[in-house]
């Protein structure tokens, strides 16, 4: 037999243990966790690198995808970003607080808020996303061309939104 992962090893457990059931999907879904963590610790590392979090790079990236003026309500990052509206908050106060943001009255509502980076906002935004893109690649480089586009066939195939 082949040498096994973690993830393996606990599949042919379960199938010595319980060969009444079939634990195929845990060979798929372990992995995809298992994946799913370590590329998030890489990519959290980069945005440390850059002084900010994940959530913070999500927003900025948000206002810099939305073209010129780089603006959003925060309904609208929070839409972009998919989290809930109190994340957006916190999120924008802590850019705000950086430097990275700057945060003004919607015209047509008072209460509501037009968040827009500032000038360090997209300085920083500029830099790091393509070290962002450059980390992406070094974590896909195992895989060929022709398996990255099937895997995001398949991928896409079970993203339910």
């Not at 298992?34 to 890489?42: G, L, T």
């Not at 790079?57 to 959003?72: K, Q, T, V």
């Not at 808020?113 to 935004?125: Q, Y």
């Not at 393509?130 to 480089?141: D, G, K, S, T, Y």
Request: proline share 4%; with cysteine.
């Amino acid at each position: 037999m082949s040498e096994l992962d973690r993830v393996g090893t606990f599949v042919e457990q379960w199938r010595r243990e319980r060969p009444d059931l079939d634990p195929s999907p845990m060979a798929v879904i372990g992995r995809m966790h298992r994946v799913a963590n370590e590329f998030s610790a890489a990519l959290v590392e980069n945005y440390r690198s850059f002084g900010i979090g994940e959530g913070e790079f999500d927003i900025l990236c948000a206002l810099r995808r939305a073209g010129e003026p780089f603006a959003l309500n925060q309904g609208e990052i929070a839409e972009h970003t998919m989290v809930t509206a109190g994340a957006t908050s916190k999120r924008v106060d802590r850019l705000e607080h950086a430097g990275l943001v700057t945060r003004r009255a919607q015209a047509d509502d008072a209460r509501g808020r037009v968040v827009a980076l500032s000038a360090k906002g997209r300085a920083l935004i500029d830099e790091a996303y393509p070290a962002h893109l450059r980390l992406e690649e070094q974590l896909l480089a195992p895989l060929a061309p022709s398996e990255r586009a099937q895997l995001e066939a398949i991928l896409r195939k079970l993203v339910r939104d």
